[in-house]
């Protein structure tokens, strides 16, 4: 089996005629039924998780696949397996929602389940598995089925990995019957917050504002060094705080920024490289962050607004450290801009579509305010139409609403099979205790050594993210691997922000790295040099979460000049990595220069002043001793 294969989904179907009508207008309703449910109706929480899965089930059911591959032309009709599914998801919802009231008040593990109880379980349980199958890849599905094997036969394991048995009762009651399982803050929140601000990126993204921001990203960085490959580093990013996924980012600004940077000398790696490390660094950019963070707010009871906060410094330094990189490497090959002919004027572009940054400064506005996500992204999406309907070339008709409303459910499918199986891995690590055994085991490993800790944690949370999304990769590492860093004394923000980072990183990962072989298909390169290529660029991620671990003031907290202080030696560890890694400032660094720099960047990282301070001043001193030594021609930055 490929590496392709784990991660492979099945195809979405797009039926014509009656039932793609059907279809549609029931995605529509349900969007709408979603945005009511999450911010107004009255309901018990738990009742409207389980009928928004029970929609979700039949809406996946009916549009993707069971297999990867389109088998004829009549793969758009909806055998009657899979409308067979449909059918029985929706008896499933039915039949949770007509018991929800006695579901919710038995005591679990007293009250014995009923046959018809354990019926609709099981049932439900196996469709969410054939649904992460379809929308996310085999391979997360397997780790699921791991897990759950874990929980009925790690009774039959000696030794600490050992636990109590556990019947297929108990089983069921702790996954299916309370929040703890499958119905717990994952689905949850991809029920309110993450549906709400997919919507909120389909509408700004169908109105215009996603070419909007491609064309601001050309208009101020365009005709620079190294225009092409800045408009990606720019609207990647922009892009890519929205979508949340650094894979579809990758296919979206990157069908557009990979062909131009080719066109203007990039080799292909380095055009996949750059692409993919912008991308990535999407899902840890303020103000969305994609969905990962609503998930990290729910789980942590952290403030979403305060973790934005806390995650600006650092997703900026990320992006200076990628442009950086961008221009010297850029310089270095004598790569220049584009023409001025090929980039639209910043003036025209703000005429165009200055209106939509409304919409994202709505959002802040809501945050600072203290609204809820599910309020803030209701606020944002009510922005976006209105900005929409001011100018005639942007104004969504009825039919586009309806089409956007369809489109946002369809979108949400790989997010709530990813989520139903994060249920299930946190439901099965509540029984087991295993989070705490896996701690024991690093600490035996580590004994308390914290930066040896760090290391072994930022692998495990890679190798856990590895072909799924950030979702899974920062669920699985919170439950698994947060309690160990908590345990290590870090602060609870930091910890979590640790992980986060690094299940995004798994995007970018070899050997898997999903975002670089969706980039390899657009610039018709290997995949593994566009990761290797990908990781050189955004090396920046790779340190930013142990400089914040080790030092949290550069997430905010701690005294003002600490703040300074982080911020100011994070500024220049970061450019002093962008030369390094290039290997250019101004000319051709010699072997020596670029040791003195990463011996600089590792006395930088450790939190002891009396080594801050030396490496910062000698930094300082190298990059104005290369400034002096050559006079090239002026290029602008």
């Known amino acids: 089996m490929t590496w392709g294969a ?68 009549r793969a758009d009709q909806i055998p009657w397996i899979d409308l067979a599914l449909a059918a029985l998801s929706i008896a499933c919802g039915v039949y949770f929602a007509t018991n929800l009231e006695a579901i919710s008040t038995r005591i679990t593990l007293l009250d014995p389940l009923t046959n018809v109880d354990t019926f609709f379980a099981t049932v439900l349980i196996l469709m969410c598995l054939e649904v992460c199958r379809r929308t996310v890849g085999i391979l997360l599905t397997v780790i699921v089925i791991l897990f759950m094997a874990y929980n009925l036969y790690g009774h039959l394991l000696s030794g600490a990995m050992g636990h109590g048995y556990i019947s297929y009762e108990h089983f069921l009651d702790i996954m299916v019957f309370t929040t703890d399982g499958l119905f717990g803050t994952p689905l949850k929140v991809a029920a309110t917050y993450v549906f709400l601000f997919v919507l909120f990126g389909t509408f700004l993204a169908n109105a215009g504002g996603g070419d909007f921001f491609n064309n601001l990203a050309a208009s101020v960085a365009g005709t620079k060094v190294g225009g092409p490959a800045k408009i990606a580093v720019v609207s990647s990013g922009l892009y890519g705080t929205i979508s949340g996924s650094p894979t579809s980012d990758v296919v979206t600004t990157g069908s557009i920024t990979i062909p131009m940077m080719k066109r203007a000398g990039y080799p292909a790696t380095v055009a996949g490289g750059v692409e993919v490390a912008a991308s990535t660094g999407g899902s840890v950019l303020p103000p969305v962050m994609g969905s990962a963070a609503f998930i ?72 600072v305010q203290g609204y809820s996500p599910t309020y803030v992204a209701f606020y944002g999406t009510l922005a976006v139409l209105v900005v929409a309907m001011i100018r005639k070339s942007t104004r969504l008709t009825p039919k586009a609403i309806m089409s956007s409303l369809a489109e946002t459910a369809r979108r949400m499918a790989p997010v709530v099979g990813a989520c139903a199986a994060a249920g299930f891995v946190i439901g099965g690590i509540t029984m087991t205790g295993l989070a705490a055994k896996l701690s024991a085991l690093v600490f035996i490993l580590t004994g308390d050594i914290l930066w040896l800790s760090m290391i072994i944690a930022a692998i495990l949370t890679i190798i856990l993210g590895m072909g799924m ?26 910890a979590h922000l640790f992980l986060l980072y690094y299940a995004v990183l798994s995007a970018i990962t070899p050997p898997v790295a999903v975002a670089a072989f969706a980039a390899a298909s657009i610039a018709e390169d290997n995949p593994m040099h566009i990761a290797f290529r990908g990781m050189q660029f955004g090396i920046g991620a790779f340190v930013l979460p142990f400089f914040f671990v080790l030092d949290p003031a550069l997430l905010g907290e701690g005294a003002w000049f600490e703040v300074m202080w982080a911020t100011v030696r994070a500024a220049l560890m970061f450019f002093l990595i962008a030369i390094a890694i290039a290997g250019f400032f101004r000319q051709q660094l010699l072997p020596w220069q670029r040791l003195v720099m990463l011996i600089c960047i590792v006395l930088m990282l450790i939190p002891a002043p009396m080594l801050q301070i030396p490496a910062f001043v000698a930094g300082a001193i190298l990059i104005v001793s290369l400034m002096r030594a050559s006079n090239p021609p002026t290029v602008t930055v």
């Open 296 to 367: 990290m707010s729910e789980y942590t009871g952290i403030p979403y607004l305060d973790i934005v906060v806390a995650s600006i410094v650092p997703a900026l330094l990320y992006y200076f450290s990628v442009y950086a990189q961008v221009h010297f490497t850029s310089v270095r090959y004598g790569l220049r801009g584009l023409d001025k002919s090929e980039v639209p004027a910043l003036a025209q572009t703000m005429k165009n579509g200055g209106l939509f940054l409304v919409p994202l400064t709505v959002i802040v506005i809501a945050l």
């Open 6 to 73: 784990l991660f492979s989904t099945g195809y979405t179907r797009k039926p014509s005629g009656v039932m793609g009508y059907v279809l549609t207008g029931y995605a529509a309703l349900f969007a709408i039924w979603s945005v009511y449910a999450a911010n107004f109706a009255v309901m018990d929480p738990l009742a409207i998780v389980t009928l928004f899965l029970s929609f979700m089930l039949v809406l996946v059911f009916s549009t993707i696949s069971a297999v990867p591959d389109r088998p004829s032309e």
């Open 469 to 494: 999304p950030t979702v899974s990769s920062y669920i699985l590492a919170a439950v698994l691997i947060g309690p160990l860093l908590i345990k290590l004394g870090i602060p609870e923000m930091a």
